[in-house]
């Protein structure tokens, strides 16, 4: 995949706008402002490669472009909080 500098530049600022409403939206993260941000920019990365190859297209524009990182993002949120150990799921880690 080939992206042109202004491509990259634009797909940064969307991360950034995606990354930061995500971190509304999935709440316990503990990442704070930065980490949600780089998180952001990783997920319209991600959100721009998995939803093409499920064959979903949200349109064109600056708009749809934010949704795509927007979910992107809150998909790696997610993953992230899973892998971490659930966070605000309700799952607790026992000790012993």
């Known amino acids: 995949m ?28 503990g990442f704070g402002l930065i980490g949600d ?27 749809s472009a934010i949704i795509n990182a927007t979910l992107g993002a809150v998909i790696l949120l997610l993953i992230v909080r899973l892998v971490r150990g659930g966070g605000g799921w309700g799952w607790r880690r026992r000790g012993f």
């Open 37 to 63: 941000l780089i998180v952001g920019v990783l997920g319209a990365f991600f959100g721009s490669w998995l939803f093409p190859q499920l064959g979903i297209h949200l349109g064109v524009g600056i708009v």
């Open 2 to 29: 080939h992206m042109s500098n202004e491509g990259l530049l634009v797909t940064l600022v969307v991360g950034l706008i995606a990354g930061w409403l995500a971190g509304q939206i999935v709440r316990g993260t």
